[in-house]
């Protein structure tokens, strides 16, 4: 069935109201009407039975028949993503959302390419958070929260207790994520640093040591920061999230 976005906000008991860009892809993309079934999600993960009850020149009413209401996840993943250029910071937010990601914090660093006036945060934080609620309306995920940009070395100095701490950086030679994982069978939080297209000085490398942060590397091959992104955000969960899997055996 075709799925829709719609804030919690906006469900009234067993009646939703679809107003705006999710009537127009309803009424004149889909071309639904009265009795026509559909599903719809909101901004936690929860998912809704519905049917086209009536209809307007601007919205339609929307009857809830079933409900269903996400379970706790048992591992929670934030996504601090260095600010890159046109398009790659949307597919980022994209792909973090489709993948389960709970937050996204966008910085600026010392190497960062794409240049965002603090005048157009407002603007840019709403556009990422369409892009994330476009992808959680696709793959059923939850809406991530998504930061305003901020420096580096606030985001070091502000990871809460409790969360690992792990900086991806493709020139570390000492530690790979599949090492790391080796060694940290669990957690029930962690915070991954990607940095931007330039990648980070030594000096934000040694800065994030000095903050707890473990320095990680995702192998030998240089990636693209977007592509390097996505990896770590798939690995990381296939690696803790749910059930854990265990290490290998070490070799005789």
């Given amino acids: 069935m075709p799925r829709f976005f719609v804030p919690t906000a906006q469900i009234h008991e067993s009646r939703v109201i679809l107003?705006?860009?999710?009537?127009?892809?309803?009424?004149?993309?889909?071309?639904?009407d009265t009795g026509d079934r559909l599903t719809l999600c909101d901004e936690h993960g929860g998912t809704y039975q519905g049917v086209v009850a009536r209809l307007s020149s601007a919205s339609a009413v929307i009857t809830i028949t079933a409900s269903s209401?996400?379970?706790s996840a048992p591992f929670s993943l934030t996504l601090a993503q260095g600010l890159l250029k046109g398009q790659k910071m949307d597919l980022v937010i994209e792909k973090a959302t489709e993948l389960g990601v709970?937050?996204?914090?966008?910085?600026?660093?010392?190497f960062t390419v794409a240049h965002l006036p603090s005048e157009r945060h407002s603007e840019r934080l709403a556009r990422w958070q369409r892009v994330a609620h476009g992808a959680a309306k696709q793959s059923g995920s939850p809406v991530p929260l998504i930061s305003p940009p901020q420096a580096l070395g606030d985001l070091l100095t502000s990871a809460p207790q409790g969360t690992g701490k792990m900086l991806l950086y493709e020139k570390e030679r000492g530690q790979t994520l599949k090492a790391f994982a080796q060694t940290h069978l669990?957690?029930?939080?962690?915070?991954?640093?990607?940095?931007?297209e330039g990648g980070f000085a030594t000096q934000e490398v040694e800065q994030a040591q000095a903050a707890g942060f473990q320095v990680v590397s995702l192998g030998t091959s240089t990636l693209r920061a977007e592509t390097?992104?996505?990896?770590?955000?798939?690995l990381c969960r296939f690696l803790w999230q749910d059930e854990r899997i265990p290490p290998l055996p070490s070799p005789r």
């Fill in 69 to 71: 209401v996400p379970v």
């Fill in 186 to 196: 669990v957690y029930a939080a962690l915070c991954v640093v990607v940095g931007p």
């Fill in 228 to 234: 390097a992104s996505i990896v770590a955000t798939a």
């Fill in 19 to 32: 107003t705006g860009a999710e009537f127009h892809h309803l009424r004149h993309v889909l071309r639904l």
């Fill in 102 to 110: 709970n937050r996204i914090l966008p910085f600026v660093s010392a």
